[in-house]
């Protein structure tokens, strides 16, 4: 039980460091936001609980190929914040990523690899 409030509260504690950083600079918060923070610790706490390399290296290539249908959705959202408000295009870029992952699976099963 205290391994998972370790994890909680260190995953947790990312998150708001990462928030009260983009409030004092734009362009810090951003550096530290896109950096694979999650993924990282998604993975040490797979190998601290002993998961098998396989596991772990799948995750990682999943991961890589969830990532590329979401790109899209970070050029696209600065444009339609203006337009349509956060909410607007909070769910204008989920509706798009969604899509977009869809499409992507189809793609990458062409090649014989499944992501959904």
Do not use: C
């Not at 601290?48 to 596991?55: A, D, L």
């Amino acid at each position: 039980m205290a391994f998972y409030l370790a994890k909680l509260l260190l995953t947790s504690g990312l998150i708001v460091l990462i928030t009260e950083v983009v409030k004092r600079s734009d362009k810090f918060g951003a550096l530290i936001a896109a950096l694979p923070l999650t993924t990282l610790l998604v993975i040490s706490w797979m190998y601290f609980e002993q998961q098998p390399n396989k596991k772990i290296a799948d995750h990682m290539v999943l991961t890589f190929y969830f990532v590329l249908p979401s790109l899209p959705m970070f050029l696209l959202f600065p444009y339609l914040i203006n337009k349509f408000g956060f909410i607007g295009a909070l769910s204008l870029s989920i509706i798009l990523t969604v899509g977009l992952l869809y499409l992507f699976n189809l793609g990458y099963q062409k090649f014989g690899f499944h992501i959904l």
